[in-house]
């Protein structure tokens, strides 16, 4: 049984920074691309933020680049997410998804696995 478990959200204040972790069992981590998201109130989940199997590349979502960072560590079967400058916008609860595939891309529907998300809170 595949699981996804992400932690580390929380309340911050605008400006600040949080890292949020993924834990994966159950597949072969090191043979899954891995995707970050995020859902708003009242909006749909968008992409935040990829990574290749080897770490070969990231790629972000544009209002995320120089501000947030993907890794991966395969021998800990994690995939991280460390954002910084946090801004009020950035409030949501924010899910990690594994591709069977190089490249999981940039849309919900090439993700094969999700985990069941963390609530990051930005304040003013």
């Known amino acids: 049984q595949v699981q996804l478990v992400e932690s580390g959200g929380g309340l911050v204040q605008a400006g600040g920074s949080l890292r949020l972790s993924c834990a994966a069992s159950?597949?072969?981590?090191?043979?899954?691309?891995m995707g970050w998201f995020r859902q708003s109130p009242g909006k749909e989940r968008e992409f935040v933020a990829g990574?290749?199997?080897?770490?070969?590349?990231?790629y972000y979502a544009d209002s995320m680049k120089g501000r947030f960072t993907i890794s991966r560590d395969n021998a800990k079967a994690t995939v991280y997410l460390q954002m910084n400058s946090l801004k009020l916008e950035d409030t949501a609860v924010y899910y990690c998804?594994?591709?069977?595939?190089?490249?999981?891309?940039?849309?919900?529907?090439?993700?094969?696995?999700w985990g069941q998300g963390t609530q990051v809170t930005v304040s003013a």
């Open positions: 998804a594994a591709a069977g595939r190089v490249y999981g891309g940039t849309t919900e529907r090439s993700y094969d696995y």
């Open positions: 990574i290749t199997r080897s770490s070969y590349s990231a």
């Open positions: 159950g597949l072969t981590f090191s043979s899954y691309g």
